[in-house]
């Protein structure tokens, strides 16, 4: 036994006791670790590094690379669609203006009476402008205070704002604007044109029957049928002569556009036009041409060669309203009355537009002989061959009249 207490104390272990072999861990397993390992090794286990072969390193930085350019893409990917929504919500990639001139010509109406919000939102519908808004600003900036006046410009598709301004706002020289509608009478043509003159309405009545100073055939009474609806700009030294000479022309180019131009034909034409004009909607024009065609054709059918319409008797009883008596109705003294006297009325009994023109000179070929408004509202014409078929619809007209107390008459 050694005199050393604490080799002493070392040397006696419990029975069945083990030797440590450094493998259960603590401290004392690492004192007590053999002494034939490396230096250091007690500690590998823990902080091993691992050795890697050059294609191992390779892939596993391929594989870095791509999880890098996948996570770039997602957020790229991201970004655009939230730009694209938001640019849609807020309208970033609107075409706000085009550029120069132009491209094709087109031409532009401005309507009497138009706001320039209303021309700027007609200007984007029809490709002219880019944008409305666009086209206001621009506006605004030098004409804040002035008018786009009313009447047809020739302008182009995809006009920059400053273009299309610089087109409707270009300084002409000063004209008065006339707009004569159509199913208007002489008498209310006058009017409009003395308003817009300042030419008293006597001065263009003194022309009413003076048809011969404007190379009007004999066989029209006065100037009616002559005064060519649409809009006229007229300068401002016109006199009330050359004002109505300028009507004139262009009724008789429309005729000869429609290969009219022998006098009776036109008589026939613009007469039989003015009619037409009054008794239906456009999109029937040609329908009762043929209609009248066939009953001045055919004196001896049901119609005896009467054309019957109420706006002509109108007409010649100076009288607005279509209402009128029996006896009204048999007065052959009369000249427009087309009930009491058979074929053409003396003449025209409004000045017929483009439309009514061209159907009076081509009526549609058909077998009619009669026909009747029977909603005046929506403008319903019903036609038929035969006078009792004709009757049946004047029924539903009169059914419609005492269903709108006041509409008729």
């Known amino acids: 036994m050694s005199d050393d207490p604490y080799n002493q104390s070392a040397s006696r272990r419990p029975e069945g006791a083990r030797e440590s072999s450094g493998g259960a861990g603590g401290l004392g397993s690492l004192l007590d670790a053999p002494s034939s390992r490396e230096p250091g090794s007690g500690l590998r286990g ?44 807020f309208g970033w990639f609107e075409t706000r203006d085009y550029r120069g001139d132009g491209d094709d010509p087109v031409t532009f109406t401005v309507a009497e009476g138009a706001t320039t919000g209303q021309i700027a939102v007609a200007l984007e519908q029809e ?39 610089g ?38 009545e003194a022309y009413r029957e003076n048809t011969g100073n404007f190379g009007i055939p004999d066989r029209f009474p006065t100037l009616e049928g002559w005064l060519h609806p649409g809009e006229y700009r007229f300068p401002l030294d016109a006199s009330a002569e050359q004002i109505l000479q300028d009507m004139v022309d262009r009724t008789r180019s429309t005729l000869e556009n429609n290969g009219i131009t022998d006098e009776e034909e036109i008589f026939e034409v613009l007469t039989i ?21 066939n009953r001045l054709e055919n004196p001896e059918g049901e119609t005896a060669g009467f054309i019957q319409s109420d706006a002509s008797v109108t007409y010649g009883l100076d009288r607005r309203s279509y209402d009128f008596s029996e006896e009204e109705r048999r007065d052959e003294s009369n000249p427009y009355n087309t009930f009491a006297n058979p074929g053409l009325p003396v003449g025209p009994i409004g000045s017929p537009g483009d439309a009514a023109i061209a159907a009076a000179a081509d009526p549609q070929d058909n077998d009619y002989y009669f026909w009747v408004t029977v909603n005046l509202e929506t403008g319903e014409t019903k036609f038929s061959e035969t006078y009792a078929q004709h009757l049946e619809y004047v029924e539903e007209y009169n059914q419609w009249c005492s269903e709108n107390e006041g509409r008729c008459g």
């Open 46 to 89: 823990a902080f091993e590094h691992e050795e890697l072969t050059a294609e191992q390193l390779k892939r596993r930085q391929r594989r870095g690379r791509v999880s890098l350019t996948t996570a770039i893409a997602l957020f790229l990917l991201a970004a655009l669609i939230t730009v694209s929504v938001l640019g849609s919500t």
């Open 127 to 165: 490709g002219i402008v880019a944008d409305a808004e666009t086209f206001i600003e621009t506006y605004q900036e030098d004409h804040a205070e002035e008018f786009i006046q009313p009447g047809q410009y020739e302008l182009r598709t995809e006009m920059s704002s400053e273009a299309a301004v």
């Open 167 to 204: 087109a409707l706002m270009e300084e002409e020289e000063a004209t008065h604007y006339a707009a004569v509608n159509r199913t208007l009478r002489m008498s209310d043509v006058f009017g409009i044109l003395s308003e817009s003159t300042g030419i008293p309405v006597s001065e263009f």
């Open 273 to 293: 036009g003015s009619i037409i004009e009054f008794e239906v909607q456009p999109e029937h024009y040609d329908v009762v041409a043929g209609a009248i065609e």
